[in-house]
C-alpha cells in the first residue's frame, strides 16, 4: 500500500487555488533551506539573525503580504494562512516574527494610519529594512487591555507617553513601535520611532518556550512625540483589537503547521524505529495514535481554509477567528504531545522538533487571546451574556 501524507489523506490541496499553492511552496522551501538547518541552535542560545531574517522574510514577500500598496504584495487572507503554516512548520518563533510586523505593527498602521505614517513606514516595513513591534499588553493588564495605565498627555501640541508595556515579541530589535495608550479618555495609538528618548526595550531572558524569538518590556518615560505621532483614524478599544483579528487568523493556519511537523517527524520516527522486532509504525497503538492525530490536523485545516475564504470575500467576524484559534492552537498541542510519545526519549531533545514546537505552543496558547479568552468570546457570541468580568 501506498503511504500517504496526513493532508494528502484529507485532499486539502484541492480546495487551494493554484497561486497560493505557489506560495505555501516558495515558503516551504525557504523554511527547508534556511531555517529547518539552524533553527534547533537559535532555540538552544536564544538568540535568532532577526535583522537579517527580516530582510530574507521581506525579499520573500511574506511581510505585510495580505495588505494592498506601499511595497506589499496584496494576496488572499488563505495564501497569508498558507504562509504562517509554512513558517511555524519551521518555528512559531519565525510565525511570530512575520505576524508581528505584518498583522499587528504594519496592519495598525495601514488601516488606521495617515497617509505620511503609510509612506514613511510600510515599504521599509514590508522590505524588512525597518522592524515592528505592537505594545498592548501591559505587566497588569494583559487579557484585560482596556485596562491599560500607559497614558499620553498632551503638552501643546505634542503628546509625552509614560508607562510600561510587557511580553512585546520584537521589542528589543524594533525600529518602530505601535504604542497604544489611554488619551484624552479613551485608547489610541502612537507611532513611536524606538530612538525617541525615554523609550527602552529590554529583553526578557530565561524563557523556556518561543526562545528563537526576541521578547521585551517596553519603558516609557516622558517619550515625547509630535501631534501627528498618533494614529488619527481610530479611538477606543476595537483599534488594538482589530489588529488583533489579522494576527489571530494567521495563528489560525500558522499553529497547524507546528502541528503538521510534529505528526510528519512521529510518521517517519516510527517507520524507523525497530521494537520487539517490528517497526513501532506496524503497531495498532502506534497507528490509533496517527490516525487520531492525521483527523485533528485535517479538521483544523478545513477550519481554517473555510475561515480563509470568509475572510476573503470579507464576511469573516471576529468570533469566528475565536473558533479557528482556540480549536487550532488546542489540538496543535495536544498532537505535539502524543507525537513526542511515540518518539520516546528521542522526543525531548533538540534533535527532533517536536519537543521546540510542543514547548512554543505554550506560548501560542496565551498570546493573542487566551484559551479562556477565547471560550468567554465564543460563550458571549452564543449566549449574549458577556462573562469577562
Ligand atoms: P469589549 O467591550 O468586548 O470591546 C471593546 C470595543 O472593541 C470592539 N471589539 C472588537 N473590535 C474588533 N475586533 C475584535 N475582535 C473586537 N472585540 C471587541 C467592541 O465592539 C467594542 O467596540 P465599541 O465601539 O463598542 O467600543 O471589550 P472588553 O474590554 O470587554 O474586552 C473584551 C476581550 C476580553 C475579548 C478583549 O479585550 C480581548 O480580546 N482580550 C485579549 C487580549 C489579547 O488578545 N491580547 C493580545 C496582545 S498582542 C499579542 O499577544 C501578540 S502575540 C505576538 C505574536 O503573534 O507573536
Ligand atoms: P492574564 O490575563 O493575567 O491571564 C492569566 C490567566 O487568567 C489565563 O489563564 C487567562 O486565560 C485567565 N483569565 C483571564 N481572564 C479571565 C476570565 N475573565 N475568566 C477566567 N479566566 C481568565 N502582547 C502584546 O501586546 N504584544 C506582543 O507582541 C506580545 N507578544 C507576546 C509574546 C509572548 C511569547 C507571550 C507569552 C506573550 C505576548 N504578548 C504580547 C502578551 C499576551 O498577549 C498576553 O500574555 C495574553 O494576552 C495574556 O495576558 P497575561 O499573560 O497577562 O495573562
Known amino acids: 500500500t501506498r503511504a500517504q501524507t496526513p493532508l494528502g489523506l484529507f485532499g486539502t490541496d484541492h480546495l487551494i487555488g493554484e497561486e497560493e499553492r505557489d506560495i505555501r511552496d516558495t515558503v516551504r522551501r525557504f523554511v527547508d533551506d534556511r531555517i529547518r538547518p539552524e533553527v534547533a541552535g537559535w532555540f538552544e542560545s536564544g538568540q535568532i539573525p532577526a535583522r537579517d531574517l527580516a530582510r530574507e522574510l521581506g525579499s520573500l514577500g511574506v511581510l505585510g503580504m495580505h495588505l494592498e500598496g506601499y511595497g506589499c504584495a496584496g494576496t488572499s487572507a488563505t495564501a497569508y494562512g498558507l504562509a504562517c503554516m509554512e513558517l511555524e512548520a519551521g518555528d512559531s518563533g519565525l510565525r511570530s516574527l512575520v505576524s508581528v510586523q505584518g498583522s499587528l505593527a504594519m496592519y495598525a498602521i495601514w488601516k488606521h494610519g495617515s497617509e505620511e ?55 528589543s530589535i524594533a525600529d518602530v513601535a505601535v504604542v497604544w495608550a489611554q488619551a484624552e479618555g479613551t485608547i489610541r495609538g502612537f507611532v513611536v520611532p524606538t530612538d525617541t528618548p525615554g523609550f527602552s526595550a529590554p529583553e526578557i531572558k530565561r524563557k523556556v518556550s518561543l526562545r528563537a524569538s526576541v521578547t521585551s518590556e517596553l519603558v516609557l518615560e516622558g517619550v515625547r512625540l509630535p501631534a501627528d505621532a498618533v494614529l488619527p483614524e481610530v479611538t477606543g478599544l476595537s483599534g488594538p483589537l482589530s489588529c488583533l483579528n489579522e494576527a489571530r487568523f494567521g495563528i489560525v493556519f500558522g499553529s497547524l503547521g507546528a502541528a503538521r511537523d510534529c ?118 457570541a452564543l449566549t449574549g451574556e458577556a462573562a469577562f468580568r
Open 117 to 171: 505614517q503609510k509612506q514613511e513606514w510600510l515599504p521599509r516595513m514590508a522590505s524588512g529594512d525597518a522592524i515592528g513591534c505592537f505594545g498592548l499588553t501591559e505587566p497588569d493588564f494583559g487579557s484585560d487591555p482596556g485596562g491599560m495605565r500607559t497614558r499620553a498627555v498632551r503638552d501643546g501640541d505634542d503628546w509625552v507617553l509614560d508607562g510600561a508595556k510587557m511580553w512585546i515579541t520584537n521589542g
Open 263 to 380: 505528526l510528519e517527524s512521529a510518521l517517519a520516527y516510527s517507520a524507523d524505529r525497530s521494537i520487539f522486532d517490528r517497526p513501532l509504525s506496524a503497531y495498532q497503538l502506534t497507528q490509533a495514535k496517527l490516525a487520531d492525530m492525521t483527523l485533528e490536523l485535517g479538521k483544523g485545516m478545513l477550519l481554517a481554509l473555510h475561515l480563509g475564504r470568509l475572510k476573503d470575500e470579507g464576511r469573516l467576524r471576529h468570533e469566528q477567528v475565536s473558533l479557528g484559534k482556540l480549536n487550532n492552537v488546542r489540538e496543535a498541542i495536544a498532537i505535539a504531545r502524543e507525537a513526542r510519545t511515540i518518539l520516546g526519549a528521542a522526543g525531548i531533545t533538540l534533535e527532533h522538533p517536536v519537543m521546540r514546537h510542543a514547548n512554543n505552543l505554550e506560548s501560542v496558547l496565551t498570546y493573542e487571546g487566551t484559551s479562556e479568552v477565547h471560550q468567554l468570546i465564543i460563550g458571549r
